[in-house]
């Protein structure tokens, strides 16, 4: 038997250290906290810690110790993912040779400033293992309050095989951190990693890795980023940014993420059989190249959509002797042998401006395969003489710059097992490898924790028909699953208390119009965390509500939502909110996002406060309430308000959004009440993306056009607008004349007018 070295009183039991009579480890069965405490400091080399099946709730573990490579200490699941750390909980390592397996992070989150740290206090941990570790959803209830999931300190760590998903409070999901000389050089390994589901953060600070920051820019890192997949890692512009030296990115695979993989700071960097799959969504991006010496080579990139600093490929422009948080200069680049099929932007010397004038030199671009069904996708911003092209092919025609190396040919491109498309005529030595090996996703992460989808869709679930009666409604959501549907039969339906929405609903008429609801409370729904709502042919009146100003259809959480929503209405109608001033349609809370809102084919009547406020982030700290918002032929008539206030305050160019779409609607005598201050029948202050088209205004205040950071990119075509002024475009960032495009828009006004 073995030799126990020391005594202890707690349950525990012992296995056989293989056979070895040299040294003996011990495993403890710890079966609560206090249990942990008597032993966690006096763990060595070969010992086990398993901890017992169950849920362990506000469990702050430090992990320490001196393993050796021979007899690692080891800190696991009884059963790999039985093992729940919710509350408020964390786990940091600190020693040698420690390797953590098989715990589940959920219902909780840090108190700390971070959930896995490889340090305690300040003492690193080395040469140590995470691996088969799962968290899910581990977030700060407050939403700007910042953490990170994990945080790799000191030198020769692996973080693997582990499933990341949900982040939604701010901060880096993955952060590596390299703060002092005990972090740097540290030669990490991040492989085989599942990042799911990361919600579009709406501002700065939702990136899934960052390894360094700019402080220690200039540091090599030597940390390998392998084998890992992205899976719609959606939070801001940079889903890796690399701000240190000497890393390799290879083999991972990212599938319709949002943003790109951002070489920001640091050089020397590889960059190397990667593959982005975008699938046409928005945003898509790919690789960006700044500083020195970066190879980028033999990636493929598919349907990619983005452009300016997220495009398939950009090229940046740096700053004359710039400060290290700033753009250095591109110098030494290779881009070779990469594919790019219907990736709709390259971008060179991007972001060329006053200030970054430095452009791209000593950079090669070879042997890369550029194949597009609609355009060519180059854009050149400054001088790209510094960059020399060779044997790049291309489907499309060249623009002049890019003759030398740049050939177009004819190119039929067919899908090859690995799921990749190559060229079938032979193309030597142009795009990636023909053996490139695709990564699984069922090769990432753990087997034992499901990879759901992102989201829940609407009218997924079933349904269920409701008849008129008191509180049929409340009854029928309660009792309804995320996906549902609830079909109200025709009758007249008075909602006397609040309809709290925490799941996904669609709330329907069986016959259009034929079901009336009415509501005595300051509002007739509230979304909160995990809610989203459908509405469908609906007569919605604010008859029956309080004589108080400022009652709303449907909000938010007044404070404090986590979790993005969605809010969709359409074939309904909404009029007569108008008991009071300031009774608005839909109402977001300070500090909510939603993904999409959607009016389609509805009619407003009578309203005396706003359709969509959107306007609660007045801290202009670039977050904002809505990413999406689409309006499409409806009728708005007599409204008070504003159709939609949108507010996107500060300068920060980390988001996308907001979107706007409106389209195919008409507006009349609409945004002329006192009480609007903004003046205008549409407000929209920092919008990214704004597309206003054949809509009929009459008889209403003007549309109103704040331009800020960015490049917003803001079309108005095809509108009449009928005794309405002409659209308001203000600039109030850049010099010049506004970038907004009109066109085909009639103003009649007394006399007509286009413009
Ligand atoms: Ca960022």
Redesign the pocket.
């Known amino acids: 038997m073995s030799l126990i070295k020391k005594q202890h009183s707690i349950g525990f039991f012992l296995l056989l250290a293989g056979f070895s009579q040299v040294s003996v480890a011990e495993d403890y069965l710890i079966e609560n906290k206090k249990e942990y405490k008597k032993i966690a400091e006096s763990l060595t080399a070969g010992d086990t810690v398993i901890l017992k099946n169950g849920n362990w709730k506000d469990f702050e573990i430090v992990f320490s110790g001196k393993g050796n490579k021979q007899n690692p200490i080891t800190l696991k699941a009884e059963t790999p993912g039985k093992v729940f750390i919710t509350g408020q909980s964390y786990l940091k390592l600190s020693g040698q040779y420690l390797n953590v397996s098989g715990l589940i992070f959920k219902d909780g989150y840090t108190p700390d400033s971070s959930v896995i740290t490889f340090k305690h206090g300040d003492k690193e941990a080395n040469r140590s293992r995470v691996t088969e570790v799962v968290i899910d959803n581990f977030n700060n209830p407050d939403k700007q309050e910042s953490d990170y999931w994990v945080a790799l300190y000191g030198k020769h760590n692996r973080l693997d095989h582990s499933h990341f998903v949900g982040k939604r409070n701010k901060g880096v999901t993955v952060a590596v951190r390299l703060t002092d000389e005990k972090s740097q050089q540290n030669h990490h390994q991040i492989d085989h990693n599942y990042f799911g589901y990361r919600p579009v953060f709406g501002s ?2 939702g ?1 899934t890795l960052r390894i360094g920051t700019s402080h220690y820019s200039l540091t090599d890192s030597f940390t390998k980023v392998e084998h890992n997949y992205f899976d719609k890692t959606n939070g ?3 889903i890796i ?1 690399v701000k240190s030296g000497k890393n390799e990115i290879k083999n991972n695979v990212f599938n319709e993420a949002r943003g790109t993989l951002t070489l920001r700071h640091g050089n020397g960097n590889l960059v190397e059989g990667n593959v982005f799959f975008g699938n046409g969504q928005d945003h898509t991006g790919g690789i960006r190249v700044i500083n020195k010496d970066q190879i980028v080579r033999n990636n493929y990139l598919e349907n990619l959509t983005g452009y300016r600093f997220g495009s398939g490929l950009t090229i940046m422009n740096g700053v004359k002797n710039s400060p290290i948080n700033r753009y250095h200069q591109v110098e030494n680049a290779l881009i070779e042998n990469n594919t790019f099929v219907n990736v709709q932007h390259i971008q060179l010397a991007a972001g060329s401006d006053a200030e970054r004038t430095a452009v791209p030199k000593n950079t090669r671009i070879k042997n890369n395969l550029i194949v597009n069904e609609t355009k060519q996708p180059f854009t050149i911003f400054d001088d790209i003489s510094g960059i020399t092209f060779t044997n790049n092919i291309t489907n499309q025609p060249v623009i002049s710059e890019l003759r030398s190396g740049v050939e177009n040919q004819n190119i039929s491109l067919s899908r090859h097992k690995n799921g990749l498309l190559y060229p079938t005529s032979h193309s030597e030595n142009v795009g990636v490898q023909r053996d490139l090996i695709v990564l699984s996703k069922d090769d990432t992460g753990v087997k034992w924790y499901p990879k759901n989808p992102a989201t829940t869709e609407f009218d997924s679930g079933t349904k269920q028909s409701v008849e008129p009666g008191p509180q049929a409604l409340d009854d029928a959501i309660e009792a309804a699953n995320s996906g549902d549907i609830i079909e109200l039969s025709p009758g007249q339906y008075n909602v006397s208390r609040l309809l709290k929405i925490d799941k996904v609903l669609t709330i329907a008429a069986k016959t259009r119009g034929k079901s009336a609801l009415t509501f005595s409370r300051s509002a007739l729904f509230e979304i909160h965390d995990g809610g989203s709502l459908k509405l469908e042919g609906l007569a919605i009146t604010g008859a029956n509500s309080p004589d108080a100003a400022a009652n709303s259809v449907v909000r938010t959480k007044k404070w404090g939502m986590l979790e993005n929503c969605r809010f969709i209405m359409q074939d309904s109608l909404v009029s007569n909110l108008n008991i009071n001033h300031s009774f608005d349609f839909f109402v977001s809370g300070k500090g909510a996002l939603a993904d999409e809102l959607v009016l389609q084919n509805n009619r407003f009547n009578n309203i005396t406060g706003d359709i969509l406020r959107l306007d609660r982030e007045i801290e202009d700290l670039g977050i904002y309430n809505a990413e999406y918002v689409i309006i499409k032929n409806n009728q708005f008539n007599d409204v008070e308000g504003a159709i939609a206030k949108i507010y996107r305050g500060g300068t920060d160019e ?1 988001t996308f959004g907001p979107h706007l779409v409106f389209s195919d609607n008409t507006v009349s005598n609409t945004g002329k009440g006192k009480r609007n201050k903004t003046s205008a029948s549409l407000y929209l202050h920092g919008v990214q993306v704004t597309t206003v088209s054949n809509n009929q205004f009459s008889r209403s205040a003007p549309l109103v056009v704040e331009h800020t950071v960015g490049e917003p990119q803001t079309t108005i075509k095809d509108n009449t607008f009928n005794a309405t002024p002409a659209p308001e475009i203000k600039e109030l960032q850049a010099e010049g004349p506004h970038t907004a495009t009109l066109q085909n828009n009639q103003i009649k006004q007394g006399k007509e007018q286009r413009l």
Do not use: A, L, R
């Open positions: 700065n600070g990136e801001e512009v940079e940014s980390s």
